[in-house]
Nanobody, 131 residues
Framework: VQLVESGGGSVQVGGSLRLSCTASGFTFDDANYAMGWFRQAPGKEREGVSIFNSGDSRTYYSDSVKGRFTISSDDATNTIYLQMNSLKPEDTAVYYC???????????????????????WGQGTQVTVSS
């Protein structure tokens, strides 16, 4: 499995960015998977941002981004997107795409946003929000 991210960059407070992560090595149509985004700011631990779980088609968001970020998937292109609106300086971080294969049911939001659940990781893309 390979994950390739794109879409990071610099934006002013209140602006928007869309991140993309294209997966190879499995196809969305044929697999059960959970896939989404984590981020790591300088000096901080990596934290879960948003996950899409194909097993029950549910989405999960951290409290810090809920209402501002939206995760979506495109089976045709094997791509996960993260639309980030109303960006704040505290959203500045390296954003990583992550995926795990298999059926994840009844895990709950906290579990789905744990880094240890995910086996496959992208290289990361920088998002910088300036005031």
């Amino acid at each position: 499995v390979q994950l390739v991210e794109s879409g990071g960059g610099s934006v002013q407070v209140g602006g928007s960015l869309r991140l993309s992560c294209t997966a190879s090595g499995f196809t969305f149509d044929d697999a059960n998977y959970a896939m989404g985004w984590f981020r790591q700011a300088p000096g901080k631990e990596r934290e879960g941002v948003s996950i899409f779980n194909s097993g029950d088609s549910r989405t999960y968001y951290s409290d810090s981004v809920k209402g501002r970020f939206t995760i979506s998937s495109d089976d045709a292109t094997n791509t996960i997107y993260l639309q980030m609106n109303s960006l704040k300086p505290e959203d500045t971080a390296v954003y990583y795409c992550a995926a795990t294969l298999g059926l994840n049911i009844g895990i709950g939001r906290q579990g789905m946003l744990q880094t240890g659940r995910y086996r496959h990781w992208g290289q990361g893309t920088q998002v910088t929000v300036s005031s």
